[in-house]
C-alpha cells in the first residue's frame, strides 16, 4: 500500500563503503541477444536513499522503502508500466465476468520461491484469504486492499479466481491488487497462531522471496543488498543485484554520487537540484510527484482539546505562509498544497485552493471564537496558554524549516509551538497513544504521505476502521466512511471521481490535516546507467519492478 511514510533514518556505520569499492562497474560481457546496443551485462547497481526500511514484515511496515524492497522480492498480480497502466507481473492476464463481479487471472509457471519450493496461484489465494480473514486485526493495514473481495481461489496452479460482492471499477480493483504482495503460503502459514496475532509478529528475516531479487543482507538503518533470482517467474533483469543505502545526512549523499560512490540517489535534496544537473557525470530526473506534507492535527482525544475546534484549525491554516515554504524548502520544485489526493493524478485531485496566509483573517477567526490574547502574546483557552508540541521525524527532510515557517506564521496570532524532533518509531508510538489507538498522547505533529496513483488507499488511510491501523489522527467520520465505501462499488469512473472530490471536501473541512506542499519526484543517476523509469514516486518505486529488472550499464 503505498506506502505511506517516509522518513530519513540513520546509518549508522560505514559498510557500503565497501560495497562502493566491491560492487561498482559489471562484467565485460556485452550486451545478449534482445538486447539494446551498448548494454553490458551484469553489474550492481548502487542505490542512495534518504529513507528507510521500518520492517520486512509486510503486515507491519509504514516506510516507503520497506514497500519498494516487497515490490522486489515478492510477487504482485499487476504493476504499472512506463505510462501508468496496468501490465503484467505473476498475473500474465485476466478478464473480467459479463455482471462485473469476478475476476479471473492466469498466472505464470515456473517461478520458484528463494527456497526452492513452486509459486503457484494457490501462494496468492492464501495470502488475500488471510488478508481478508484478519483484516479486522493483525491484517488491518492491508485491509483496504482487498475491500470487498468474497473469495480468492485457485482451481489450479496457473488460475486465480477472485469474486466479489458486488460489480467492481476494474481500475479500482488492479490498483488495489498492485499493492498485494503474494506471500509463500508454506512459510506465512505458520504464522497464524494467537488468532493471526503472530503474522504482524513475524520477524520475517531473511525473507524467503520470489520476485525478480533476493535480499541477501539487511543492516537496519545503514544498507541492504539484493542479488537476482535465477528462478524469477518473469525475464530476468539485466544487472546481478543492487544495493541500497541510507543516509541522514543530504550533503553525504550527494557527496557520494559526485564521487562516483552511488549510481543513484532517489529524492534528491532541492538545494542540490542546479549543482547536480550541471554534472555532466549525472542524469537529473523530475516529475510531479504524489509526495505531500503535512500538519497533523489530533482529531480523537487530543493533549489541548480546543484544537477541536474547527475555527482553531481554520485559523492555523490561515498563519501557514506556503509559498514561503515552496520558495524556501522546495526552491520551487513542488506546489502549495490543499487535499490529500495530489494534482500530479489529475482525475481525481479536487481543485480547490489551500486557505489563503492572511494573519489578520485568523486573528479575527480567533477573536470572533473567543480566545483572548494574553499580555504576553500568547492566546488562552479554557484558562490554559495555547502553547503546543508539534511532534516531527527527526531526520524527514527539510522538516525544522517547515516548523520554522509554521511556528512563526502561528505566534502572530497568538499560538506558540515548540518542536519535538524524535526518530520515526517514537513520532509514530506517540500519535498512536498508550495502547496503539488511543490518540491520547499529542496535540499536532508534522510529516509527509506519498500516496498511489489510484486515490483509495489514502483515503482509507482518514476511515474510522484505521484507528490503530494507518491513521495518524485519530479522524473518525461516519458520512466520510459511507462515502468511501459508495466510491469503492462505483463503477463507472466518472462518477466514481465525483464521489472521491466530494471526500477531499470533507477532509478539507474537518481539516484532521492541513495539507502544506506537494513536492516533485527527483532523482540523480550516473551517465553511465541507463533504463531507468520515471514516475511520480520516482524511478525506484513501489507501484513497479520494471526500472530494475531493465536497468542496465552503458557499453
Not at 481 to 502: G, M, N
Request: charged share 20%; net charge negative; with cysteine.
Amino acid at each position: 500500500m503505498m506506502r505511506g511514510r517516509t522518513v530519513k533514518t540513520l546509518a549508522v556505520i560505514a559498510v557500503f563503503a565497501l560495497l562502493a569499492a566491491a560492487c561498482g562497474g559489471g562484467s565485460s560481457s556485452t550486451s545478449g541477444a534482445g538486447e539494446s546496443p551498448g548494454t553490458v551485462q551484469g553489474g550492481i547497481l548502487r542505490v542512495g536513499s534518504s529513507g528507510g526500511i521500518d520492517s520486512l514484515n509486510p503486515f507491519k511496515g509504514i516506510l516507503q522503502d520497506a514497500y519498494i524492497t516487497f515490490m522486489y522480492i515478492y510477487p504482485v498480480l499487476v504493476q504499472y508500466d512506463e505510462n501508468l497502466e496496468f501490465a503484467p507481473d505473476f498475473a500474465t492476464d485476466w478478464s473480467v465476468s459479463d455482471d462485473g463481479t469476478q475476476i479471473t487471472f492466469t498466472t505464470t509457471s515456473g517461478g520458484m520461491w528463494s527456497d526452492g519450493q513452486p509459486i503457484t496461484a494457490n501462494d496468492a489465494a492464501w495470502t488475500i484469504s488471510t488478508i481478508i480473514q484478519y483484516k479486522s486485526g493483525p491484517t488491518s493495514m492491508m485491509g483496504s486492499l482487498v475491500k470487498g473481495i468474497e473469495t480468492a481461489e485457485a482451481p489450479d496452479d496457473t488460475t486465480l479466481v477472485l469474486t466479489y460482492k458486488t460489480p467492481v471499477n476494474t481500475d479500482w480493483a488492479l490498483s488495489q491488487l498492485n499493492q498485494v504482495y503474494v506471500l509463500p503460503q508454506h512459510i506465512w502459514s505458520q504464522q497464524l497462531g494467537d488468532d493471526g496475532k503472530d503474522l504482524k509478529l513475524f520477524a520475517n528475516d531473511p525473507p524467503v522471496s520470489g520476485g525478480p531479487f533476493t535480499l541477501t543482507k539487511y543492516v537496519k538503518d545503514d544498507y541492504a543488498q539484493f542479488v537476482t533470482n535465477p528462478n524469477f517467474y518473469g525475464e530476468a533483469p539485466v544487472i546481478e543485484g543492487f544495493a541500497m543505502k541510507w543516509y541522514s545526512n543530504d550533503d553525504a549523499m550527494v557527496t557520494a554520487i559526485q564521487n562516483g560512490e552511488l549510481d543513484i540517489i532517489t529524492s534528491v535534496p532541492q538545494q542540490t537540484f542546479d549543482t547536480l544537473s550541471a554534472n555532466t557525470n549525472l542524469v537529473v530526473s523530475e516529475a510531479p510527484g504524489l509526495e505531500f506534507y503535512d500538519v497533523i492535527i489530533n482529531s480523537a482525544e487530543p493533549l489541548h482539546p480546543e484544537i477541536l475546534d474547527p475555527k482553531v484549525r481554520e485559523a492555523m491554516a490561515h498563519a501557514i505562509d506556503y509559498q514561503r515554504m515552496i520558495d524556501t524548502v522546495l526552491l520551487g520544485h513542488g506546489e502549495i498544497g490543499s487535499t490529500i489526493v495530489p494534482p500530479s493524478t489529475p482525475t481525481w485531485h479536487l481543485d480547490i485552493d489551500q486557505r489563503a496566509y492572511d494573519v489578520d483573517a485568523a486573528n479575527q477567526i480567533l477573536d470572533d471564537a473567543g480566545y483572548p490574547m494574553g499580555a504576553d502574546g500568547i492566546r488562552t483557552a479554557n484558562g490554559e496558554p495555547m502553547t503546543y508540541e508539534v511532534l516531527t521525524p527527526s531526520s524527514l527532510s527539510g522538516v525544522d524549516r517547515v516548523f520554522e515557517i509554521v511556528q512563526q506564521g502561528w505566534a502572530e496570532i497568538g499560538i506558540k509551538a515548540e518542536q519535538k524532533a524524535m526518530d520515526s518509531d517514537a513520532v509514530w508510538t506517540q500519535i498512536t497513544g498508550t495502547d496503539g489507538n488511543s490518540y491520547d498522547q499529542f496535540d499536532l505533529a508534522i510529516w509527509d504521505w506519498i500516496p498511489l496513483i489510484d486515490p483509495d488507499f489514502i483515503l482509507s488511510c482518514m476511515l474510522c476502521s484505521q484507528l490503530g491501523g494507518w491513521s495518524d489522527t485519530g479522524y473518525c467520520n461516519p458520512d466520510y466512511d459511507a462515502l468511501y465505501d459508495e466510491q469503492s462499488v462505483t463503477v463507472d469512473t466518472d462518477a466514481r471521481a465525483e464521489i472521491v472530490k466530494e471526500m477531499q471536501q470533507i477532509i478539507f473541512d474537518d481539516s484532521p490535516y492541513i495539507v502544506l506542499y506537494y513536492v516533485n519526484a527527483i532523482d540523480a543517476h550516473s551517465t553511465a546507467w541507463d533504463g531507468f523509469l520515471m514516475s511520480p514516486q520516482g524511478s525506484i518505486n513501489s507501484l513497479s519492478k520494471m526500472t530494475l529488472e531493465q536497468v542496465h550499464q552503458v557499453g
